[in-house]
């Protein structure tokens, strides 16, 4: 039990240490691409949870990039809830929203000190609980309700690209016709 134990430990911290040295080399190169980009881009990503993985987050940050996002991890939720006592204070930052932050907070699998927020909400007599995730230079737990007001603003765009999708509906293209040499487009034959 206890070898089978230390096999999987080594393999574990061999496939650990590979990444590491991928994540090196991906820093040392872009650290060196920054010192020779003449022109930088500048460029926020506000991302959902489905994007807010640690791995994307960290490659965001090492292109110089403001990066706002939504944990993907209950686990840091849950985590976070635990640090919240009966004389924790919260900030209101909407109708039935709240937040508390840490700032520059580290994280097991994350390479950058990250922002976190724990937010709860109020829907009827459910509490639900999320957490926010912020890497770069805005100083965003000095300000919680305009961290919560400009992460949420995401969700115009989300609803305008939505609402392109059910104006501006295109149907799927059917190339069979001319890829055949007959002239069949949109699944009609002339």
Do not use: C
């Not at 020779?36 to 110089?64: I, S, W």
């Not at 919680?144 to 392109?164: P, V």
């Amino acid at each position: 039990m206890a070898e089978q134990r230390l096999i999987k430990t080594r393999t574990q911290l061999r496939i650990e240490q590979a990444k590491s040295v991928v994540l090196q080399d991906r820093l040392n190169r872009f650290s060196q691409d920054n010192l020779t980009n003449q022109t930088t881009l500048e460029a926020e990503f506000r991302l959902d949870a489905g994007f807010g993985a640690y791995e994307n987050v960290a490659l965001l940050a090492e292109m110089g990039y403001e990066v706002y996002t939504k944990s993907p991890s209950q686990s840091l939720t849950d985590s976070l809830k635990r640090q919240v006592t009966d004389s924790t204070l919260f900030t209101r930052v909407g109708a039935n929203a709240e937040m508390i932050a840490w700032a520059q907070h580290s994280l097991l699998h994350s390479p950058y000190p990250l922002d976190l927020a724990l937010e709860r909400f109020y829907t009827g007599s459910t509490l639900k609980h999320s957490t926010l995730l912020h890497y770069g230079s805005d100083l965003v737990t000095q300000d919680l309700t305009a961290w919560f007001n400009h992460y949420n603003g995401r969700q115009l765009i989300e609803a305008g690209i939505k609402e392109g999708k059910q104006v501006f509906y295109l149907h799927k293209i059917r190339l069979f016709g001319i890829l055949h040499g007959t002239a069949h487009i949109w699944g009609r034959s002339d």
